[in-house]
């Protein structure tokens, strides 16, 4: 298998909400279709730009803001230039200017087309993307969102990533490279990244810092807000609440409930379409950052060990993208809150001071008990049961952690590359309507308020 290239900032990127796959996705979509106008010569002058979306894309678009963000895309912003206000702004139909080189066009979410949701693309989440003049398609690009706002381009040739110095495919042979190296887990990461990306080690824990913070301050944005949230469903924020009954005396576990409160505030904040960091997925944006800001302001755990515990986590979510996927529409809500869960416990158990094999269990036994989990998001909305579930996925990854830090290692028997293999198997067999089109399950059993 081929070694694992993806940077730890491709898996942590900042942009707005409620979905990776659906909205940074597209929007990076339709910033590459974009840069490619530029390039054309076109002996025809194109009328209309059309946008089609399939797979989950078109099942879940409208309450994903999936015609916003890739027509966004096609203005020219990207995920971490695009302010959240005008992507709002977008939703009124209004027509905008598409504007490239001699080209100059009308373009609205009014163009958006909400093609075959069963398709025979490669990936299940596919845009097409059209210059045309009337019918006449004049220039096509082929888009495939692949989860955690990853995208690929059908027929573009991909960059060539830098070799890292230390390959791996997995944990077995990541821990291999521990071993006969003796380094540490985050030394192996970092240095990775420093020749994927050409940066040096301080640069690596600058740009972790920007990460951290982000995390955070959408933690504490959620801890301020009140109200509903978009949508029809009209759901009412819980974090405020949850943390302020925090501290009543007759509170059943403090701790617990500010855990709780910080998942719930970070995925409310996702879920109102603001600025959360893919963790690795926006779905789950709410799990890493809960466990972030419990460990330095509840802990008291030191900025330098929660660097060293995200490297670890980007590692565990590298193990699982590469091996399974990240993606609802792939292999169901397991790949989104059982993998933030996964990266969330082998992020504590490493920064509390614990070795590689401690951490691989608390990452396991996370994962193994978020197997089989669909994607089922009521109305489309990433609202039910994804904020609750992102508060549970960090409960659990606290759990997890507690367990393997006392456990005997010879007694644990599941490691983590197989459930990882076991989620990719689940992920195959698990019907299409349990994966993020809002056919099946608490998406067709609640009804729609």
Not at 20 to 38: C, D, E, L, R
Request: charged share 20%; glycine share 10%.
């Amino acid at each position: 298998m081929t070694a694992i290239t993806t940077s730890v900032f491709e898996l942590f990127k900042i942009g707005p909400g409620p979905s990776s796959s659906h909205t940074i996705g597209p929007m990076k979509a339709g910033y590459n279709f974009h840069k490619s106008v530029a390039d054309l010569s076109l002996d025809i002058q194109p009328d209309n730009i059309e946008i089609r979306l399939y797979g989950s894309l078109s099942a879940t678009g409208k309450g994903h803001g999936t015609d916003r963000a890739v027509v966004a895309g096609l203005l020219g912003f990207k995920p971490d230039n695009v302010e959240c206000e005008f992507l709002d702004s977008l939703a009124d139909g209004a027509p905008r200017k598409f504007e490239s080189d001699k080209i100059s066009l009308p373009l609205s979410i009014k163009d958006v087309v909400y093609a075959e949701v069963e398709n025979d693309f490669p990936y299940a989440n596919t845009l097409l993307l059209r210059l045309r003049k009337g019918e006449e398609i004049l220039f096509e690009q082929e888009y495939y969102s692949i989860g955690g706002g990853f995208i690929k381009c059908k027929g573009q040739q991909e960059e060539i990533p830098r070799v890292p110095p230390h390959q791996y495919s997995n944990m077995v042979e990541l821990k291999a490279i521990l071993t006969d190296e003796g380094l540490r887990m985050h030394q192996v990461i970092v240095e990775n990244e420093q020749a994927l990306k050409g940066i040096s080690e301080t640069e690596v824990y600058d740009k972790l810092d920007t990460i951290l913070d982000t995390m955070k301050q959408a933690v504490m944005n959620g801890l301020a807000a009140e109200g509903t949230l978009p949508g029809p469903i009209g759901l009412h924020r819980k974090a405020k609440r949850l943390f302020e009954n925090s501290s009543q005396p007759n509170a059943a576990d403090k701790f617990l409930l500010r855990l709780n409160a910080y998942g719930f505030a970070a995925s409310e904040e996702n879920a109102a379409g603001r600025i959360v960091v893919t963790a690795p997925t926006s779905g789950s944006a709410g799990v890493i950052p809960a466990v972030v800001y419990a460990l330095e302001e509840e802990l008291k755990i030191s900025r330098e060990k929660i660097r060293e515990g995200m490297l670890v986590a980007a590692a565990l979510g590298f193990i699982a993208k590469h091996n399974a996927s990240i993606a609802g529409a792939e292999v169901g809500c397991q790949g989104e809150i059982g993998v933030a869960s996964a990266m969330a416990a082998g992020l504590i158990s490493y920064a509390c001071g614990h070795r590689f094999w401690r951490t691989e269990n608390a990452a396991e036994s996370a994962l193994e008990h978020h197997l089989g989990i669909t994607c089922d998001p009521v109305g489309g909305y990433v609202q039910i049961p994804c904020i609750e579930r992102n508060a549970m996925g960090a409960v659990r990854a606290y759990n997890a952690y507690l367990i393997a830090s006392v456990e005997n290692e010879k007694f644990h028997k599941v490691n983590y590359d197989e459930v990882v293999r076991a989620m990719a198997e689940t992920g195959k067999d698990m019907n299409n309507k349990y994966k993020e089109t809002s056919l099946g399950g608490l998406a067709v059993s609640v009804p729609n308020c």
